[in-house]
T-cell receptor
Framework: QKEVEQDPGPLSVPEGAIVSLNCTYS??????FMWYRQYSRKGPELLMY????GNKEDGRFTAQVDKSSKYISLFIRDSQPSDSATYLC???????????FGGGTRVLVKP | SAVISQKPSRDICQRGTSLTIQCQVD?????MFWYRQQPGQSLTLIAT?????????ESGFVIDKFPISRPNLTFSTLTVSNMSPEDSSIYLC??????????FGEGSRLTVL
C-alpha cells in the first residue's frame, strides 16, 4: 500500500463546475500538506500549503485537511478550461523535509 | 517563493553517456532536492543536497549513478551517469526556503536512445 493514495482520474467536469480532489494517507506523522498543479511538460506549481488540520481558502481554491481521518481535499470553484492539468497532493512530517507525493489526478475542464 | 532555473530544459542522449543538469536559485536556500518524474508517473525523490555536506540519497538511488554537487547556497548539479533508456525522465530541482513550502524548477526532460 502506498503512503499517499490519489485517484488518477481523469476527472472531467464542465466549465463552471466545482472540481473536488482528495488524497488519503497512512502516516500519522504528516503535518504539512501541499497541492500542486502541473501542466503538461512543466514543473509542478505550488497552489496551496496548509499546516495540520483545518481549511484554507485562496481565491477559487479551498484546501481542507482532516488529520483524524488522514484525508485531504482540494476544491476548485468556478472551474475554467485553464484549470485542466494534473493535480498532485504532497505532504511531509516537518517543515523543509522531503515530500511524499500522491500519484496525481488528471483534471479536464470542458468548455 | 523562489525562482528556480534549470539547464538544460531538454536533451536527447545516447546510451552510456552522462549528462549534468544545473539548478540555479535566485536566493540562498539551505535545502535543495532532486526529484525524478518518469513518464506518466508522480515524483520520486532522488536525493537531498545540503551545502557543505554529502548528498543524502533515497532508497534505490546511489551516488555513483546520480552524483550531486552543492558548491554554494544558490546552485546545485545532478549528473545522470552511464545512461540507459530507463533513465528517460523529467528531472526536477526543488528548494525549500525554510518555510515548509517546496518550489520546483521547470524540469529537465531527458530522452535516452
Amino acid at each position: 500500500q502506498k503512503e499517499v493514495e490519489q485517484d488518477p482520474g481523469p476527472l472531467s467536469v464542465p466549465e463552471g463546475a466545482i472540481v473536488s480532489l482528495n488524497c488519503t494517507y497512512s502516516n500519522s506523522a504528516f503535518q504539512y500538506f501541499m497541492w500542486y498543479r502541473q501542466y503538461s511538460r512543466k514543473g509542478p506549481e505550488l497552489l496551496m500549503y496548509t499546516y495540520s488540520s483545518g481549511n484554507k481558502e485562496d481565491g477559487r481554491f479551498t484546501a481542507q485537511v482532516d488529520k483524524s481521518s488522514k484525508y485531504i481535499s482540494l476544491f476548485i470553484r468556478d472551474s475554467q478550461p485553464s484549470d485542466s492539468a494534473t493535480y498532485l497532493c504532497a505532504m511531509s512530517g516537518a517543515a523543509g523535509n522531503k515530500l511524499t507525493f500522491g500519484g496525481g489526478t488528471r483534471v479536464l475542464v470542458k468548455p | 517563493s523562489a525562482v528556480i532555473s534549470q539547464k538544460p530544459s531538454r536533451d536527447i542522449c545516447q546510451r552510456g553517456t552522462s549528462l549534468t543538469i544545473q539548478c540555479q536559485v535566485d536566493s540562498q536556500v539551505t535545502m535543495m532536492f532532486w526529484y525524478r518524474q518518469q513518464p506518466g508517473q508522480s515524483l520520486t525523490l532522488i536525493a537531498t543536497a545540503n551545502q557543505g555536506s554529502e548528498a543524502t540519497y533515497e532508497s534505490g538511488f546511489v551516488i555513483d549513478k546520480f552524483p550531486i554537487s552543492r558548491p554554494n547556497l544558490t546552485f546545485s548539479t545532478l549528473t545522470v551517469s552511464n545512461m540507459s533508456p530507463e533513465d528517460s525522465s523529467i528531472y526536477l530541482c526543488s528548494v525549500s526556503p525554510n518555510t515548509g513550502e517546496l518550489f520546483f524548477g521547470e524540469g529537465s526532460r531527458l530522452t535516452v536512445l
